[in-house]
């Protein structure tokens, strides 16, 4: 039998992000559209701009995971990510490992690195958008937010390791 490649509705995730937010006292939106696993199908269905997406990627260096926030909008530079994170290789997790620290398939990710135990750094190219959007343990579920809070709740470092051209 296939493995499922969408998940929708509030997942187990999409329920611990609402009650971090919510025990920490932050306003947010929850929203719910139509599967989407790409940024672009993302922003369509939010009504948002993709420079608004904060994308949420998990790296693995030095042996370690790292828990990624970017803008939708940019590319990700592997040689600027080197120098952050003090590696000589990064490499995406995989979809088994994703799934294994998560509990999320790829695009299901929400940038809560902290309720997963890994450390958090945000690009800093998300730091023009004062509001963010991103999926939340589900394909169908997204949260907006301000992302000042997303910074303060997730304890992230900024960064740049987005490409320029």
Not at 20 to 43: D, M, N, Q, W, Y
Not at 65 to 89: C, E, M, Q, T
Not at 100 to 116: D, H, I, K, Y
């Amino acid at each position: 039998m296939d493995e499922p490649k969408i998940q929708e509705g509030e997942t187990e995730v999409t329920k611990k992000a609402i009650e971090l937010l919510t025990s920490k006292g932050i306003e947010f939106e929850k929203l719910i559209h139509e599967p989407v696993t790409t940024s672009s199908e993302a922003s369509g269905a939010r009504g948002s701009s993709l420079s608004q997406g904060a994308k949420a990627i998990i790296v693995k260096a030095n042996d370690k995971f790292y828990h990624l926030i970017i803008s939708a909008a940019v590319p990700l530079d592997n040689n600027k990510l080197r120098k952050v994170l003090g590696a000589r290789r990064v490499r995406f997790a995989t979809k088994e490992e994703l799934f294994e620290l998560t509990g999320c398939l790829p695009g299901a990710v929400p940038p809560f690195g902290n309720l997963f135990g890994l450390p958090v750094y945000m690009d800093n190219a998300l730091l023009s958008e004062e509001i963010v959007y991103f999926n939340c343990g589900s394909h169908t579920i997204s949260l907006r937010m301000k992302r000042t809070d997303l910074i303060d709740v997730t304890n992230a470092q900024i960064a740049d390791f987005h490409r320029t051209e």
